[in-house]
């Protein structure tokens, strides 16, 4: 009596952990460049929903945190932070993760529901160029209403 070693039954459940391990790592480095990335050379853009509540709101806020993925050799690092073309603020950045909060009410004005799109810019706090070498990701960003 033969046995088939090779029969798509086994080799199914032999490569099932692999496809398991390989989709598992695509959806991890999705995670990573969710934000998009800051450099001297662009900006990190990223899209925000507005919530139906911004227009009759008292105050909103856009709640961000930012990660240096890697620090410049030398400068102050810090980021210009835009919510659809108009600026909302501008932090200092020491390290790793931070988060950050904004009033962006004037910025949205009367708007409610749709889009908006955020923009992190590298600038150097101590004045001059944008500090060559330097990438800053954007973690998470969201509009809340209170």
């Not at 046995?3 to 099932?16: E, H, K, W």
Request: charged share 15%.
């Amino acid at each position: 009596m033969t046995t088939n070693l090779f029969s798509i039954r086994r080799v199914s459940l032999c490569l099932l952990p692999l496809l398991v391990l390989a989709l598992w790592m695509l959806a991890l480095s999705g995670l990573a460049t969710a934000g998009g990335r800051a450099t001297a050379e662009q900006p990190a853009r990223l899209s925000v929903s507005i919530p139906a509540s911004a227009k009759s709101a008292g105050i909103v806020m856009l709640e961000m945190s930012i990660t240096v993925v890697r620090k410049p050799k030398s400068g102050q690092l810090g980021a210009v932070v835009r919510l659809s073309g108009s600026e909302v603020g501008r932090v200092s950045i020491p390290g790793g993760a931070q988060s950050y909060q904004f009033n962006v009410t004037r910025a949205l004005g009367q708007a409610s529901g749709g889009q908006a799109t955020v923009e992190v810019e590298l600038i150097d706090r101590g004045g001059g160029s944008a500090p060559s070498g330097a990438e800053l990701s954007i973690g998470r960003a969201q509009i809340v209403t209170r």
